[in-house]
């Protein structure tokens, strides 16, 4: 029997993840009008510095979370700036921008598979579990869920209260005519590929606490997220929101649906490319307006 | 493994690899569509055929079912795909790609699921040695490939391929010219989804053991790099592209074997590929080899034409 508060506690839990990873996702690509595939090594990445930094700071996963937010943000915005804004400024074509994208995905992927190997690790931590009815709940689900929580309020305070989130938006929205009106568009830029990356370091140490590492860990995430950008349209931040709990509830819903009607769980999946393609072809827009 | 065999087992992939990175290049070379998807053709085309020879059809007709409904899976792909714009269109046949393998390897009783489908080969009951065996695939493939090659260059240089290369350059204007090309692209598509799928029944009968792992996003990726590599929208550049990565892929397996290195050079191999292509996107993103200007007997004419009213 599906015990449908458990569903959607679960769900709850892939739709944070799904949101805290996709919102650097959805305003890069707003803002730099490219989708960046490297994204899922940045997930990657921010799993392993999880490791990494667990292991040498007592198991804090706080301490861990933040360094990992921001040795990941360096990376990206050093990638921005080696890669990305070079081939900007050369009138590179949108797919040669994405190969490039996968290219440095690469790059990183195999340089996380030489330093840790390909083999399949753990976090060592070990969360205590809370039974609330028959609802099974583990302390880490408890941070994931409030993170991603807070995490959108301060966005949405920052998005329409701030200078800084007024100036993403207007470039978001018009890049010639935000920069007549002096907005600096690099500094912009540069400040949402670091906290982007940030965040998606975040959403990649809870999946690794949660479930496993391993360095195709961000290529297995990327899909689905791009469906919660593209559902949730493109730079739109509350649709971002909307799309995460939407993509979270069908993967999990769809997982108990599957296993009643006796068919593979590994489609899974596939029922949210089914969304994403779905998307794509009736409503390119997303939930936008 | 004997080096006369292993020598033979590098030229058929590279065969095969260079038949995908052709069909790419049909499909972005020359119509400017990007194809993110590719793996899912050479699957299809993989499958069709090892499944078409255990239902008992004679293999030459497999090969050409393969083609059929790899160019009906990407005819299908198309009608919605081809009216996003180019990134969406990325993200889309990548995702048909996944859903594609995950299809192969739930549905147990269509494709044996994760344990794959063992594939009789066409050479086995001809009593041929190892060796000759060998040789046989490589003439096969090769075969293939030099057909697929004078077909495609042919193609490209006919009134129609002249349509696609003007449809890559600007779409509205091949509009107002009276072409829909919605249309061509279409059928660019389903031409380098056919060729795809041959080059996966030839994979199909080379391995003799297809499962789903063999069809992961990488193969995609791979045949973008040799494309990227050897230069779009010329034929010379695909083939070339393919070869260089194959050999970089077998140097690096080899190094893996018989050299102790402190690093994995499978890994070193991947990230000095993806530096290299970000290089070549950078300083010639043309690739190797640059695209050629059409020729269409009409510039022959029209010196001729000159010089002889010049002497007049």
Known sequence: ????????????????IYLLAGIGLTLTIALSRFANFSYAELITLGAYCG???????????????????????LVSVVSYSAVFKPLEERKTSLIHLMVASIALGFVLRYSIGEIWGWSVLFYQTVWTV???????????????ILTAFIVALCLHYFLTRTKMG??????????????ITGINKQKVIFLVWFCGAGLAAVAGVFRAADTRLSPMMGWELILPIFATVILGGIGNFYG???????????????????????????????????ILIAVLIIRPKGLAR | M????????????????????????????????????????????????????????????????????????????????????EDYLAIVTLAIGEV??????????????????????????????????????????WGVLIAVFLFLRYLTNTPYGRVLLSIREDDTAVQALGKNPI??????????????????????????????????????????????????????????????????????????????????PHNIQFILFGVLIILLLLYRPYGLFREKPLKTGVEAEVIKWQSSSSTK
Not at chain 1, 130 to 141: F, P, Q
Not at chain 1, 166 to 179: D, T, W
Not at chain 2, 60 to 83: C, D, E, H, N, W
Not at chain 2, 227 to 235: D, E, K, S, V, Y
């Open chain 2, 100 to 141: 594609l393998r995950i299809f192969v390897k739930a549905e147990e009783w269509l494709t044996g699921g994760v344990w794959g489908i063992t594939v009789p080969s066409v050479f086995a009951n001809l009593g041929l040695s190892v060796d000759a065996v060998a040789f046989a695939n490589v003439l096969l493939s």
């Open chain 2, 2 to 85: 004997d080096f006369t065999v292993y020598l033979m087992d590098t030229l058929v992939f590279m065969a095969i690899f260079a038949i995908l990175s052709m069909s790419l290049n049909v499909e972005y070379g020359y119509t400017g569509l990007g194809n993110f998807g590719k793996v899912a053709f050479f699957l299809c085309g993989a499958y069709t055929y090892a499944i078409a020879l255990l239902l008992g059809v004679p293999f030459y007709v497999s090969f050409v079912l393969s083609a059929v409904t790899s160019a009906i899976l990407g005819g299908l792909m198309s009608l919605p795909a081809l009216r996003l714009r």
């Open chain 1, 51 to 73: 490791l990494f930094f667990l292991a040498t700071k007592d198991g804090n996963i706080f301490l861990a979370i933040i360094l990992a937010f921001f040795v990941v943000g």
């Open chain 1, 130 to 144: 809370h039974t609330i009815g028959s609802v099974r709940i583990t302390s880490l689900w408890i941070m994931m």
């Open chain 1, 240 to 274: 971002l929101i909307v799309a995460a709990l939407i993509i979270g509830l069908v993967e999990n819903f769809g997982v108990a649906m599957l296993l009643k009607l006796g068919l593979s769980t590994e489609y899974r999946m596939a029922l949210v490319f089914l």
């Open chain 2, 183 to 264: 249309l061509y692209k279409a059928q660019a598509f389903m031409i380098g989804s056919a060729i795809a799928g041959i080059a996966g029944a030839l994979f199909a009968q080379y391995m003799r053991f297809i499962d789903p792992y063999m069809f992961l996003p990488m193969v995609t990726f791979t045949v973008w790099m040799m494309l990227i590599l050897g230069g779009t929208a010329n034929h010379y550049g695909a083939v070339v592209g393919a070869l260089i990565v194959e050999i970089f892929n077998r140097g690096s397996r080899i190094a893996k074997d018989y050299l102790d290195l402190p690093f994995d």
């Open chain 1, 166 to 179: 007024k100036a993403i938006r207007a470039i978001a929205c018009n890049p010639a005519l935000a920069s």
């Open chain 1, 1 to 16: 029997m599906i015990d449908i508060w458990q569903v959607l506690v679960n769900s709850l839990v892939t739709a944070s």
